[in-house]
């Protein structure tokens, strides 16, 4: 992560109204990163800190020399546990797990339908089980986002089915009507708590 890469986050996070932007700190030696959670009050002036006091690869300059201190993570998001989420991977295996698993059958569901040709063709299937793997895996998710996929697994192995038997426009479908089933559930969350 660079410099500009936490301004991005800082501009993003103000035009979308976050409510908190966390930054992971890790210092050489130390066994656990330090999570900071700044309110949006605080905004500005932890910006112009950060700018002024870390260099462009996010590393302490005051600390040059002594001890590597860096950013090494920054989150945005609406409580706590979004930013938890995000810099502490804290539900890791809670969502990450369901859905690779799910890919994995997937996989194997394929396969049994359609056994490879020869070798090549299982390496072109294995690059491209992974590259769903890691589009799907590597996406940061809030712990409402989080907390969706794995009560909706099924769902999406249903999709993921679709897309290793190799329908493009199935498998679309599929995402934008899970996709619009998570809007509904979160706006519905959302209206709960404000109540």
């Keep these: 992560m660079k410099k500009s890469g936490l301004k991005a986050l800082f501009i993003n996070a103000k035009a979308n109204d976050a409510k908190y932007i966390g ?6 030696g130390s ?3 330090e999570i900071i959670i700044n309110p949006r009050e605080n905004f500005d ?9 870390y260099d462009d690869d996010l590393i302490l300059v005051s600390a040059k020399g002594k001890k590597d201190i860096r950013i090494t993570g920054v989150a945005q998001g609406g409580c706590f546990e979004d930013i938890e989420v995000q ?5 890791g295996t809670g969502w990450k797990q ?8 997937a996989y194997e569901n394929m396969i049994a339908e359609t056994p490879f040709v020869d070798e090549e063709e299982r390496e072109k ?4 089980k992974e590259a769903i793997k890691g589009t799907f895996i590597n996406e940061s998710r809030t712990a409402a986002e989080a907390r969706f ?4 697994i099924n769902e999406y192995e249903k999709i993921f089915n679709i897309c290793m038997s190799g329908s493009d ?3 679309k479908k599929g995402l934008i009507e899970l996709q619009r089933m998570q809007n509904e559930e979160l706006l519905r969350e959302e209206r709960e708590s404000v109540e």
């Design 169 to 171: 426009k199935d498998f």
């Design 125 to 128: 299937c294995e690059v491209i």
């Design 149 to 152: 996929i794995v009560s909706h």
């Design 31 to 33: 066994r656990k990163p």
């Design 87 to 91: 810099l502490m991977d804290v539900i």
């Design 45 to 53: 002036a932890i910006f112009k800190y950060y700018m002024e006091a």
């Design 23 to 28: 930054v992971r700190i890790e210092a050489a």
């Design 98 to 105: 369901p859905i690779s698993d799910a890919i994995e059958r």
